[in-house]
């Protein structure tokens, strides 16, 4: 997705190696999709093969401390067997001081969407596991597919916020960009922009 040159670009990255500390710096760290082909990160990283976060906190015990540039954690914030301060925990010994929901359930829609919803897989459940996070000393950045879900972060006190256009890119990203960043300006808080150089998926995840 073509971004304005002053939009701050974030992307997925499952392993650290060989990167530039600039770029590591705007990387979502994801260990647990190493294994797969880039292309299919936006699917497998929502699908019941792998655990994003014992992946992660696996990573973490052999990664040496960050004394620079350090990358932001992927979690998937809707595990209900995440410790959040043991994550914390590990966060801050690998000098890792940003989380960011991702992946996030907010990439399902219609009928798959609200069964989870039912059993508490909702974007409002991720935000405020980042709001648990912060708490413990791992600074925020939550992620949103719409104004919708911008407006429920900002409104729990969230204030990064990173604009991810979900599976279907938009029609017009540019203007898609300005009227959301635009948005999350206005309420005072900072607009995140995803780039993900894998092909996106022509239809969001309906099981």
Same mark, same amino acid.
């Given at each position: 997705m073509k971004l304005p040159p002053s939009a701050r670009a974030w992307t997925p990255?499952?392993?650290? &190696?060989?990167?530039?500390?600039?770029?590591?710096?705007?990387?979502?760290?994801? %260990?647990?999709? /190493?294994? !797969? %082909?880039?292309?299919s990160w936006p699917l497998v990283g929502l699908l019941p093969v792998l655990d994003i976060n014992a992946a992660l906190v696996a990573a973490l015990a052999g990664q040496r401390? !960050? #004394?620079? /540039?350090?990358p932001v954690a992927g979690v998937f914030a809707c595990d209900p067997f995440l410790r959040p301060a043991d994550m914390a925990v590990a966060l801050r010994r690998a000098g890792i001081r940003q989380a960011v929901n991702l992946p996030t359930v907010q990439l399902f829609d219609g009928e798959t969407a609200a069964v989870l919803g039912s059993v508490g897989y909702r974007a409002e459940a991720e935000f405020r596991l980042l709001l648990r996070l912060e708490e413990l000393g791992?600074?925020?950045? /939550?992620?949103?597919?719409? #104004? &919708? /879900?911008?407006?429920l972060a900002l409104g729990l006190g969230l204030r990064r916020i990173l604009l991810h256009p979900g599976l279907t890119p938009p029609a017009d990203p540019a203007a898609w960009w300005a009227d959301l960043a635009g948005h999350v300006a206005i309420e005072g808080a900072e607009a995140l922009a995803w780039r993900d150089q894998a092909s996106s998926p022509s239809r969001r995840i309906r099981l």
């Open positions: 990255a499952a392993t650290l &190696a060989g990167l530039r500390p600039q770029a590591r710096a705007r990387s979502i760290w994801l %260990p647990a999709l /190493a294994p !797969f %082909p880039r292309e401390p !960050f #004394r620079a /540039a350090p791992v600074a925020p950045i /939550a992620c949103a597919t719409s #104004r &919708a /879900a911008a407006d």
